[in-house]
Antibody, heavy 122, light 107 residues
Framework: EVQLVESGGGLIQPGGSLRLSCTASGFNFGPYWMHWVRQVPGKGLMWVSRIDGDGSGIMYADSVKGRFTISRDNAKSTLYLQMNSLTTEDTAVYFC???????????????WGQGTRVTVSS | DIQMTQSPSSLSASVGDSVTITCRASQYISTYLSWCQQKPGKAPNLLIYASSNLQSGVPSRFNGSGSGTDFTLTISGLQPDDFATYYCQQTYTTPRTFGQGTKVEIK
């Protein structure tokens, strides 16, 4: 069974840092492109970042560029999001999502993690 | 960035009704469009990929269509389990962008 399990969220003061993890199981993690998506409670979904299977193809939303860093350890089947200089506007639930390898899916997310909540507050 | 305009933002319907949600892209995205369903406190779940293809395990009452810039999701014969929020997402280019969501509520 495919599983994506996020961890690392919590309460952090403005200006602080957190590292989120997304641990994959049930599939061969290495080839898959992975994304981070966040959701402010009660609001819509917002794409945050992406990384290709070999760690290339890294991109960020403008709102997090220069503050967040996406990475992965394929040996550990784990995706990371290092978040620095956090502001209250980064408060959200953060989801990791897997991009289907099948071309017919046209890059849709075929699996999502359950999310980890990040609260930035003093 | 490609803007995705989804409508309506909410709707009320009864069990057994058919409902249609529309999603318009600000530029051409071919059929790089997916639909997901989200229930409160849960992760989104893929319903439709490549505009019109049903994800495995998704009931056939869900139907997606469209190409280019205009897309629709139709749910035929709403079931109690279908009351949720639905999002479209373009997968044509990065940054990936989502519609604002459509909350389907029980009338």
């Amino acid at each position: 069974e495919v599983q994506l399990v996020e961890s690392g969220g919590g309460l952090i003061q403005p200006g602080g840092s957190l590292r989120l993890s997304c641990t994959a199981s049930g599939f061969n993690f290495g080839p898959y492109w992975m994304h981070w998506v966040r959701q402010v409670p009660g609001k819509g979904l917002m794409w945050v970042s992406r990384i290709d299977g070999d760690g290339s193809g890294i991109m960020y939303a403008d709102s997090v560029k220069g503050r967040f860093t996406i990475s992965r350890d394929n040996a550990k089947s784990t995706l990371y999001l290092q978040m620095n200089s956090l502001t209250t506007e980064d408060t959200a639930v953060y989801f990791c999502a897997r991009v289907s390898l099948l071309g017919v899916f046209k890059r849709a997310y075929d699996f999502w993690g359950q999310g980890t909540r990040v609260t930035v507050s003093s | 960035d490609i803007q995705m305009t989804q409508s309506p933002s909410s709707l009320s319907a009864s069990v057994g009704d058919s409902v249609t949600i529309t999603c318009r892209a600000s530029q051409y995205i071919s059929t790089y469009l997916s639909w997901c369903q989200q229930k409160p406190g849960k992760a989104p779940n893929l319903l439709i990929y490549a505009s019109s293809n049903l994800q495995s395990g998704v009931p056939s009452r869900f139907n997606g269509s469209g190409s280019g810039t205009d897309f629709t999701l139709t749910i035929s014969g709403l079931q109690p389990d279908d009351f949720a929020t639905y999002y479209c997402q373009q997968t044509y280019t990065t940054p990936r962008t989502f519609g604002q969501g459509t909350k389907v509520e029980i009338k």
